[in-house]
């Protein structure tokens, strides 16, 4: 279960780094892998929830 706290602690960090860069100032380039790597980890985000019965169907088929 610690292993598990930890993997959704870094997730949080990752994605609240990502959401607190400034994406104006970005090239286009750069602007669509913040969006990419966004969009992706919160996927992963919602299909390793725990708790979440949804998530865990999600995660086991995959």
Not at 43 to 60: F, I, N, Q, Y
């Amino acid at each position: 279960m610690e292993q598990e706290f930890k993997q959704g602690y870094r997730m949080h960090r990752i994605l609240s780094n990502l959401n607190r860069l400034d994406v104006d100032r970005l090239d286009d380039a750069d602007r669509e892998r913040v969006e990419s790597a966004r969009d992706l980890l919160e996927e992963v985000s919602l299909l390793t929830r725990p708790g979440d019965k949804a998530g865990a169907d999600a995660h086991a088929d995959s």
